[in-house]
Structures are given as C-alpha cells and as structure tokens.
C-alpha cells in the first residue's frame, strides 16, 4: 500500500501563488503515475497527473495557471499554483496510481481577499 503526506496549504490572497508537495512512501515501486485532485462541496477530480513516460495532463480549469511535477528518486509529487482564484479554494488531495489507486489525507487552500 502507497502511503501519502501532503503538506503546503494555507490561505493565499487572489492572484497569489502556492506550492503543495506530496511525499509517498510503502509499496512505491509500482507507482505509475501521481497527481492531485481537489474536493468543493458540489464535487472532486483529478486536476494534475503525470503519468510515467507522458506529458502532464491538467484540467481545463487550472490549465496555464498550475504545473504537476513529479520527482521518483524522492517519491514526491508536486504542485506549483499560480494567478489563483476564490473558485480555486478547495482541499486538494495527492493522488498515486499502483495496483490500487491511492490518496492523501488532504491539504487546505483557501484563496480569499
């Protein structure tokens, strides 16, 4: 099992920028892709995922503001977010894809005035 720590979130003001980092340890050598996801009241997806050997894939709502990345030699995965917005408050959770698919318990941000 694919055990995952997110650290980094806090409260920014609009057009402020964040870094969440994500650290795996456990059964991590069957990790094929990780990313990050996020949770509103209305709903969760995957926004940021790498997959080994690919391009990193975003979803359209945060596609030029945030940037995935994804260090195998430290097992951690992160998340650069830039120009961010009120509708980008969320908990935004780390994501790793094995056997199973895993998550971290999940940090907040908060992009208020």
């Known amino acids: 099992q694919v055990h995952l720590v997110e650290s980094g979130g806090g409260l920014v003001q609009p057009g402020g920028s964040l870094n969440l980092s994500c650290a795996a340890s456990?059964?991590?050598?069957?990790?094929?892709?990780m990313g990050w996801s996020r949770r509103v009241p209305e709903k969760r997806g995957l926004i940021a995922a790498l997959?080994?050997?690919?391009?990193?894939i975003y979803d359209n709502s945060v596609k030029g503001r945030f940037f995935v990345s994804w260090d195998k030699a430290k097992n951690t995965v992160s998340l650069q977010m830039t120009n961010l917005k009120p509708e980008d408050t969320a908990v935004y959770y780390c994501?790793?894809?094995?056997?199973?698919?895993?998550w971290g318990q999940g940090t907040p941000v908060t992009v208020t005035a």
């Open positions: 994501w790793a894809a094995a056997l199973v698919d895993s």
């Open positions: 997959v080994t050997g690919g391009s990193p």
């Open positions: 456990g059964v991590i050598f069957g990790i094929n892709a």
